[in-house]
């Protein structure tokens, strides 16, 4: 409801600054309480709800109604590899002023993606990659 207030862009930018603002909070998370555990979660919950929807929305209505699902699974493979790195990192990082400056580097580069990002139709054709 928001992104078709608003544009896509809008919630897809404030999900960034929002994921900014959670990478700032987990960073503390070794030592927290239980209630700055949930509220730090909280946020960066909030922060991916918001963006997840307007990308996949932007995702699915930049490419022609028949390439539609080929687009979709793209957007879902990119997402769960994503996800898996993500994962993998914070593991790997946790505890160290490595892992906030991941996130926050992560952060401010989808943020500035998302500045120059434009809504436009795609060709997924043979021909559009050569």
Known sequence: ???????????????FLISLLAAMLYFHLANASISYTIVSL??????????????????IQSV???????ASGIYSTFRYIGGML?????SLLVGTTGLLVALCIAG????LVSLVGKEKQVSLSKDAFK
Request: hydrophobic share 45%; aromatic share 2%; no cysteine.
């Open 1 to 15: 409801l928001l992104a078709e207030k608003v544009g896509k862009e809008h919630p897809i930018r404030l999900s």
């Open 42 to 59: 909280l946020v960066g919950g909030v922060g991916a709800g918001i963006g997840v929807s307007s990308m996949q929305a932007m995702n």
């Open 64 to 70: 022609k109604k028949e390439q539609s699902g080929t």
């Open 86 to 90: 993500a994962s993998a990192a914070v």
């Open 108 to 111: 401010i580069a989808g943020f």
